[in-house]
T-cell receptor, first 114, second 109 residues
Framework: ETGVTQTPRHLVMGMTNKKSLKCEQH?????MYWYKQSAKKPLELMFV???????ENNSVPSRFSPECPNSSHLFLHLHTLQPEDSALYLC?????????????FGPGTRLTVT | GQNIDQPTEMTATEGAIVQINCTYQ??????LFWYQQHAGEAPTFLSY????GLEEKGRFSSFLSRSKGYSYLLLKELQMKDSASYLC??????????FGAGTTVTVRA
C-alpha cells in the first residue's frame, strides 16, 4: 500500500461511453499526476496538478478531461475514446512538484476500449 | 523532447550482481530517479540522485555522472523477488519528469 488508491482497477468501455477514473491520496501531498502506461513504452505524463491548479497538460487529446476538486482527489473523465487509448492509467502524488520529492503511485486502472 | 535510454532486458542468477545503465539527454537537469515495478503493480521509488556520485541503500546503489548524462542502478546479492522492471526517470530544467521504457530484469535460480 502506497497511500494512493485508484478505482476502478479494471474498466472495459465502448467508444461511445463516458466513464471516470478516480484517484485518492492519503499522504497529505500537494501535487498529483496522471500517467498512461502502454506495453513496452515509457510512462507518459498526461496531467499535473499542484495545489489543485493544473500546471501541465502534455498535449493530451480533449477526450481525456482531468478534474482536481482538492489536493487529495483527482479524476480523469473519459469520453469517445479510441482503441489505442487502451492502457494502464496510473495516478501518482508527491509532496511537491520540485525538489527531491519522489512520486508515490497508485495501483492503476487497466482500461480496455472496445 | 527528452531522450532516456536503458536496456530492454537483462537476466542474472540469484546471488549475482546486475548493473542497469541509463543514459539521458534532457533540457536541463534537476535529478534522476529509479523506480521498481513488479508485473501488474505500481512503480515504487528506489533512489534519487542529483549530485555526481554513488548513493547506497542496502543491496541497491545508484550512480550519477551529470557531465556524461549517465546513471546506473546496481543490484547486489540478487534475489528472486528482484525480478521486475526498473524505470529510470529524469527531471529536466522545467522540473518535468520523463521516464525511460524500463529494463526487465529476470533473476534465475
Amino acid at each position: 500500500e502506497t497511500g494512493v488508491t485508484q478505482t476502478p482497477r479494471h474498466l472495459v468501455m465502448g467508444m461511445t461511453n463516458k466513464k471516470s477514473l478516480k484517484c485518492e491520496q492519503h499522504l497529505g501531498h500537494n501535487a498529483m499526476y496522471w500517467y498512461k502506461q502502454s506495453a513496452k513504452k515509457p510512462l507518459e505524463l498526461m496531467f499535473v496538478y499542484n495545489f489543485k491548479e493544473q500546471t501541465e497538460n502534455n498535449s493530451v487529446p480533449s477526450r481525456f478531461s482531468p478534474e482536481c476538486p482538492n489536493s487529495s482527489h483527482l479524476f480523469l473523465h473519459l469520453h469517445t475514446l479510441q482503441p489505442e487509448d487502451s492502457a494502464l492509467y496510473l495516478c501518482a502524488s508527491s509532496r511537491g512538484e520540485e525538489g527531491a520529492y519522489e512520486q508515490y503511485f497508485g495501483p492503476g486502472t487497466r482500461l480496455t476500449v472496445t | 523532447g527528452q531522450n532516456i535510454d536503458q536496456p530492454t532486458e537483462m537476466t542474472a542468477t540469484e546471488g549475482a550482481i546486475v548493473q542497469i545503465n541509463c543514459t539521458y539527454q534532457t533540457s536541463g537537469f534537476n535529478g534522476l530517479f529509479w523506480y521498481q515495478q513488479h508485473a501488474g503493480e505500481a512503480p515504487t521509488f528506489l533512489s534519487y540522485n542529483v549530485l555526481d556520485g554513488l548513493e547506497e541503500k542496502g543491496r541497491f546503489s545508484s550512480f550519477l555522472s551529470r557531465s556524461k548524462g549517465y546513471s546506473y542502478l546496481l543490484l547486489k546479492e540478487l534475489q528472486m523477488k528482484d525480478s521486475a522492471s526498473y524505470l529510470c526517470a529524469v527531471r529536466d530544467g522545467d522540473y518535468k519528469l520523463s521516464f525511460g521504457a524500463g529494463t526487465t530484469v529476470t533473476v534465475r535460480a
